[in-house]
């Protein structure tokens, strides 16, 4: 697993070259909006200071994303104290049918269609080079840090396991 947390940092911080932009945003299902800054080590995501997390993109008919909705709601109803999952959903929904997906779904985490992020997705390409595969999570740390990348299906235990490690991290 520390092999996968330093492979996250590298990753991300191998194009540190690329300024944050000033105007990234987004804007939930329910209205809510999140400002957010990147920084030379990831995210500062206006609300969620202090929080691990979980930055994910997935679609709305991707099996493997479809399969880790269930891991993700049980992981945000276990740490809610010290968990946010932010979910973007890019295989394009708008905004009104994806708060019927949710609400079908149970989702109980932050959740944004791709239409609603305001260059979000473009800066994490870029930084993460990130080519779009799905499922894609990012984990930010308690201070934004990003700390792991990995696309594909991550299976719940493994996520359980880097919650744990990130809440130890200073």
């Known amino acids: 697993m ?3 947390l330093a492979l996250g940092v590298i990753l991300f911080s191998l194009l540190t070259s690329v300024q944050a932009s ?3 945003s987004i804007t939930d299902i329910k209205g809510k909006s999140y400002k957010i800054v990147g920084t030379k080590e990831g995210l ?5 200071e202090g ?3 979980f930055l994910e993109f997935f679609g709305h008919r ?3 994303c479809l399969k880790s909705i269930p891991h993700l709601i049980n992981l945000q ?6 968990l946010a999952i932010v979910s973007i959903e890019v295989q394009g929904l708008g905004n009104n049918q994806l708060k019927v997906f949710a609400k079908q779904k149970g989702i109980n985490y932050i959740t944004a269609s791709d239409e609603k992020t305001s260059g979000l997705v473009d800066y994490i390409s870029t930084r993460a080079q990130w080519q779009g595969s799905i499922p894609f999570m990012l984990a930010l740390d308690k201070k934004g840090k990003v700390q792991f990348a990995q696309a594909g299906m991550i299976p719940e235990s493994s996520l359980e396991k880097l919650i744990e490690q990130l809440d130890t991290l200073k």
Do not use: A, R, S, T
């Open 62 to 64: 991707c099996p493997p």
């Open 22 to 24: 000033e105007d990234m």
């Open 44 to 48: 500062k995501i206006k609300g969620l």
């Open 77 to 82: 109803n276990k740490y809610k104290d010290k």
């Open 2 to 4: 520390k092999k996968i």
């Open 51 to 53: 929080k691990i997390v």
